[in-house]
């Protein structure tokens, strides 16, 4: 089994504090990673420095170095934007962008210049198809992207990174602004990717993580505690701090 | 003596109940104050109106409406107002000054918005206070002993060096005292006008819209260009427009710079005369010329009915961005 | 490692543009300040800021600006002042006492944004007739009244921005206690508010002492210092404005002075202004 991404001596300060101490990480390849913790453990930190997106935060300083398939994305003349093509990231909520259904998935395509054919309509009806949302939105297409309802632009989100063949599914807490029907529905979706894709998923249920997860990160006050295949974890946690939280009397 | 606990709790709800009275008085009058006040700046806007309307109704009433705004000649003595010359000063001085200031306080904004680092913006922004903050006098002084003598010396005979075939570079003004001048100087003092408001319209995007496009890999100015520039468009063409009214509005820096002929001009080298400049060289003065008071405030009013005519479009500009968005 | 595409080139230019057109701004300001600095500050003598003109001052013999020193802090004090006696309680109605959402708000909001992008000249106009229609002269209580009637719209709508910010919560809190409107209006919102209501008023201050075009008909000019709000006043725009037009050289180097004083003292106001609202700021609930 490989890795598909590893993480090691991995330091995110923001300002004056350590948010991450210290992290080594392996995310196999072609499976479901869950981070699990309690609020504010870093879980959202430590996915963000998986596609560069502590560059984003303002005053983050980050030591050490994440391998993408065995390349530092934080070695100095890397490309940004093309790990970031690598990397698919679906986020807490779906923020559609202001354009029609068709160019919010197209939206990749374009900036990347991947496929310059007139004619996209396939490529975008599959990637619909993909996010299983095709048969909702097949007659409107050029409609805004914000008449949508919330769990369709969750899924929208993830038909416009999916249409740039990622690697990689970054996936924060995707279905915790979402009503119970969508948020099955996404998280059905997710199952079905990971056939395909290496899912890295942060979220904050844990029957979502037991239901989902492969293998399994547990981190406690930005130290990761635990990792390892999610049925060890799960049934079998070494450390006292996985259990107490698994017990639910932390988190 | 001391009292008991209970003693107190009533003598609290007892006075309670006594000053109810007199704070409910108090806020009926407030609110009647308030509500009645917040009329004022309605009734200012009415009286200010209807002042210049009547001040300017014996003009109105003797002279065409077309004969004012489209005369040429401007001769107060003879009885001859028209207006031409100091519309077309104040839209060749405004229009020169936005194609300089538009792209660059929009560019600065981008920057300010998008960009920049909370220390560089820390750093940045107290200098575009400053220069708001500047007054048009100073403005034009820096105008008439910089702006002009470059534009006379260098800028006027370069242009006409190099494009000698085309009019609007053509130069027969040889003082430096031109709508150029009077446009540079403009420009600078409405940039810091026109990036406050962008700025402001620009933050109002959502971080997670940033997120979604370079989520996907795009750069930053695809991002800017793709996702925000589409929800801020309104915005940033209200402020536009805002930015023109004032330019448009400006008095004493452009009345220092700008030559105050009233002839229309031709060129970009040309002297011009505007609307603002027309009243405060002449009002006040010259009162014994028959209309000439008259054709001033109805200058005045002509300036106003601009000024509501260019709020009206940057609103509806700004109406339109906001129904998008909400849609 | 990284491929030149053209993407990235896009962001290249747009970057240069955006740095191009900060150092145009940043070197105006640079630009401007360096010029005032350099033509006022040798013409800048003690007599400049301590005397008044004395005979023959135009034609460039003995004697300073301070009639159009103290008359631009009068005029703009007394702008101010009247126009903040107005500014408040529109500003708190507009916030507490009128639905914020109501035609009647937006109406009011957006009649302020007309009146604040009125020229100050036509300001000057209506208040020139204004002036006449109540038999006055050109004076300093002519010049205040219209100088407040410039100020008001900025006072307002800077205040408005400050209040539309109050924590709503706040609030709440006051009128879960049973307090009035008026009680929440004067004893919560004024005091969390005020570090922005003081920056507000400052700002319609430092417009006050630099608009020209309001006060060139309506305030006279005189060479000596008001005593009375029916005398004639001074003021610092109109002194650069007027010695810059008189033929003679040392008359001009006179007015660069004076513009060097008028820019200095806009800028303390706004350097004061963030003083003290920083000052005061310790006081309001973060």
């Keep these: ?57 303002e005053n983050s300083r980050v030591e050490g170095e994440v391998f993408l398939d065995g390349q530092n994305i934080y070695a100095p003349g890397v490309d940004v934007t093309e790990i970031r093509r690598r990397i698919g990231l679906l986020a807490q909520r779906p923020y559609s962008l202001p354009m029609s259904i068709y160019e919010n998935v197209a939206y990749g395509l374009r900036i990347h210049r991947v496929n310059q054919s007139k004619n996209l309509k396939p490529i975008i009806r599959h990637y619909l198809e993909l996010a299983g949302l095709w048969d909702e939105v097949k007659s409107r297409l050029s409609d805004p992207a914000s008449a949508l309802s919330i769990g369709q632009q969750q899924r929208l989100c993830l038909a416009r990174g999916l249409a740039l063949e990622p690697e990689v599914i970054l996936a924060d807490e995707p279905t915790s602004a979402l009503d119970p029907i969508s948020a099955q529905h996404i998280e059905g979706k997710l199952q079905e990717l990971k056939e395909k894709y290496t899912i890295v998923l942060v979220t904050h249920t844990l029957r979502q993580a037991r239901r989902l997860a492969d293998h399994v990160v547990f981190m406690y006050l930005g130290e990761v505690v635990e990792q390892g295949p999610a049925r060890e974890v799960f049934d079998n946690p070494q450390m006292e701090r996985t259990k107490a939280y698994l017990q639910g009397s932390i988190g | 003596m001391v009292k008991s606990p209970e003693k107190v709790e009533d003598d609290h709800a007892r006075e309670a109940g006594k000053v109810l009275a007199s704070r409910q008085r108090a806020e009926r009058r407030a609110s009647f104050e308030f509500r009645a006040l917040s009329t004022l700046p309605a009734a200012l806007f009415v009286v200010i109106l209807i002042v210049l309307l009547v001040r300017a109704w014996p003009i109105l009433q003797q002279k065409s409406l077309v004969g004012l705004l489209l005369g040429d000649v401007w001769r107060p003595s003879e009885g001859q107002f028209g207006f031409l010359p100091f519309i077309a000063g104040s839209l060749w001085v405004t229009v020169l000054a936005m194609i300089f200031a538009a792209p660059v306080s929009i560019l600065c904004a ?183 008071d008259s054709a001033l405030l109805a200058s005045a009013l002509l300036l106003m009915l601009i000024v509501l005519l260019f709020n009206v479009f940057a609103a509806l500009a700004l109406r339109r961005a906001t129904a998008r968005e909400q849609a | 490692m990284k491929r030149m595409t053209r993407r990235h080139l896009e962001e290249l230019i747009a970057q240069g543009l955006m740095f191009l057109s900060l150092a145009l701004v940043a070197g105006s300001l640079g630009w401007i300040l360096f010029t005032i600095i350099q033509r006022g500050a040798p013409a800048l003598t003690w007599d400049m800021i301590t005397k008044t003109p004395k005979g023959g001052f135009y034609m460039g013999k003995e004697g300073g600006v301070l009639n159009a020193i103290l008359g631009s802090l009068y005029l703009a004090l007394g702008g101010t002042v009247a126009a903040l006696v107005f500014s408040l309680p529109i500003s708190l109605g507009l916030n507490i006492y009128i639905p914020r959402k109501s035609r009647w708000a937006l109406l009011v909001r957006s009649l ?62 006051s009128y879960a206690m049973g307090a009035t409107r008026i009680e929440t209006a004067l004893r919560v919102v004024l005091p969390q508010m005020l570090p922005g209501l003081v920056t507000a008023v400052m700002l319609a201050f430092g417009r006050g002492i630099g608009d020209a075009a309001s006060v060139l008909f309506t305030a006279g000019y005189t060479d000596r210092i008001p005593t009375s709000l029916m005398d004639p006043t001074a003021s610092l725009p109109l002194a650069v404005f007027f010695q810059l037009s008189m033929p003679y050289p040392e008359v001009q180097k006179r007015a660069y002075a004076a513009a060097l004083i008028l820019t200095i003292l806009v800028l303390l106001v706004s350097f004061l202004s963030r003083w003290i609202s920083a000052r005061l700021s310790r006081y309001s609930i973060k």
């Design chain 3, 112 to 173: 302020l944004d007309v009146l604040w992008g009125i020229p100050s000249i036509v300001y000057g106009a209506f208040g020139f007739t204004l002036m006449l229609a109540l038999g006055m002269r050109a004076s300093l209580l002519a010049g205040i009244i219209t100088l407040a009637f410039v100020e008001l719209p900025i006072m307002v709508r800077a205040m408005d921005e400050v209040l539309r910010r109050m924590p709503r919560d706040l609030e709440n809190a």
């Design chain 1, 1 to 57: 089994m490989e890795n598909h991404i590893q993480i090691r001596n991995l330091k995110v300060r923001i300002g004056s504090t350590e948010i991450i101490k210290n992290a080594d990480i392996n995310i196999p390849d072609g499976q479901v990673t869950a981070i699990l913790g309690p609020s504010g453990c870093g879980k959202t930190t430590l996915l963000r420095s998986m596609n560069r997106f502590l560059d984003l935060t």
């Design chain 2, 110 to 292: 981008i920057f300010l918005s998008e960009y920049a680092r909370p220390t560089t913006k820390a750093l940045i922004k107290p200098l575009i206070d400053i220069l708001a903050a500047i007054p048009s006098v100073v403005y034009g002084l820096w105008g008439v002993l910089v702006i002009v003598p470059w534009v006379q010396q260098s800028v006027g005979p370069a242009l006409g060096r190099w494009f000698p075939f085309l009019p609007l570079f053509n130069s027969s003004n040889p003082t430096g005292y031109s709508i150029l001048s009077g446009a540079l100087v403009l420009a600078v003092m409405v940039v810091p006008f026109i990036i406050a408001i962008s700025y402001e319209v620009m933050r109002t995007v959502p971080r997670g819209y940033h997120e979604a496009s370079l989520a996907v890999g795009a750069t930053r100015w695809q991002t800017v260009r793709y996702v925000v520039f589409p929800r801020v468009a309104g915005g940033l063409i209200a402020g536009v427009v805002l930015g023109t009214s004032r330019a448009f509005g400006e008095t004493m820096a452009v009345l220092m710079v700008v030559g105050n002929n009233p002839i229309i001009p031709h060129s970009i080298f040309d002297a011009a005369y505007p609307l603002t400049a027309l009243i405060a060289n002449n009002y006040g003065e010259m009162m014994s010329i028959p209309l000439y």
